[in-house]
């Protein structure tokens, strides 16, 4: 059976906590939503943030809502060397070692010591599609991705949960590198 699934392309994106929302927008303020993402209860804000590295800054960084306990600002590679940063290849929310950043908002701004990461490429799977393929959480597969520069991506981490619906997250470097788009479908090797 082919195991066919939906990529969604990530652009950077900031996820902040609470806290961190009223430092940047002011006491009691919540986000507000732009449009839902692909997955449930997950949506990309109307607020954005300017974020300053060492050496270069982004204007208009999109925040991802809702609030999230840790703040994190995930970046592709390309981003990376932009800001003069070296972050590491990480699951989101594994921000232990990793470098900071400076977040201006409209309101005032913070520097974080930690918490800019390049997310690592992975494929949502709700329990009941796991379960049909026989994919278990926080196992590895690989994905084919057949846009018009087509290549088989490794090492693409599996997280199952009844929370989530099934969809692929690469960042933009990678569907750069392929020709991909968000919609298109990747197909999963066993």
Same mark, same amino acid.
């Given at each position: 059976m082919t195991m066919m699934v939906p990529i969604g392309v990530s652009a950077r994106h900031l996820h902040l906590s609470p806290e961190h929302i009223e &430092?940047? @927008?002011g006491s009691g303020y919540e986000l507000k939503q732009l449009k839902p993402l692909s997955q449930p209860n997950q949506f990309a804000a109307e607020e954005t943030v300017a974020v300053y590295g060492t050496k270069g800054k982004f204007d208009k960084v999109r925040i991802l809502g809702?609030? #999230?306990? &840790?703040t994190q $600002?995930?970046?592709s590679r390309t981003d990376? @060397?932009?800001l003069g940063l070296n972050p590491p290849l990480r699951q989101s929310g594994h921000i232990e070692g990793t470098p900071g950043i400076r977040l201006v908002g409209p309101v005032g701004e913070i520097t974080i010591d930690r918490g800019?990461?390049?997310a690592a490429r992975h494929i949502h799977f709700h329990t009941d599609d796991a379960k049909k393929w026989g994919i278990v959480d926080k196992e590895f597969v690989k994905v084919r991705l057949s846009g018009e520069r087509g290549m088989i991506?490794?090492?693409v981490l599996? #997280?199952?949960s009844d929370q @989530?619906? $099934?969809d692929m997250h690469i960042d933009t470097d990678e569907a750069n590198a392929s020709g991909a788009a968000t919609g298109d479908l990747g197909e999963i090797l066993r």
């Amino acid at each position: 059976m082919t195991m066919m699934v939906p990529i969604g392309v990530s652009a950077r994106h900031l996820h902040l906590s609470p806290e961190h929302i009223e &430092v940047l @927008f002011g006491s009691g303020y919540e986000l507000k939503q732009l449009k839902p993402l692909s997955q449930p209860n997950q949506f990309a804000a109307e607020e954005t943030v300017a974020v300053y590295g060492t050496k270069g800054k982004f204007d208009k960084v999109r925040i991802l809502g809702p609030a #999230r306990g &840790v703040t994190q $600002l995930e970046i592709s590679r390309t981003d990376a @060397f932009t800001l003069g940063l070296n972050p590491p290849l990480r699951q989101s929310g594994h921000i232990e070692g990793t470098p900071g950043i400076r977040l201006v908002g409209p309101v005032g701004e913070i520097t974080i010591d930690r918490g800019v990461i390049v997310a690592a490429r992975h494929i949502h799977f709700h329990t009941d599609d796991a379960k049909k393929w026989g994919i278990v959480d926080k196992e590895f597969v690989k994905v084919r991705l057949s846009g018009e520069r087509g290549m088989i991506l490794d090492h693409v981490l599996a #997280r199952v949960s009844d929370q @989530f619906k $099934l969809d692929m997250h690469i960042d933009t470097d990678e569907a750069n590198a392929s020709g991909a788009a968000t919609g298109d479908l990747g197909e999963i090797l066993r």
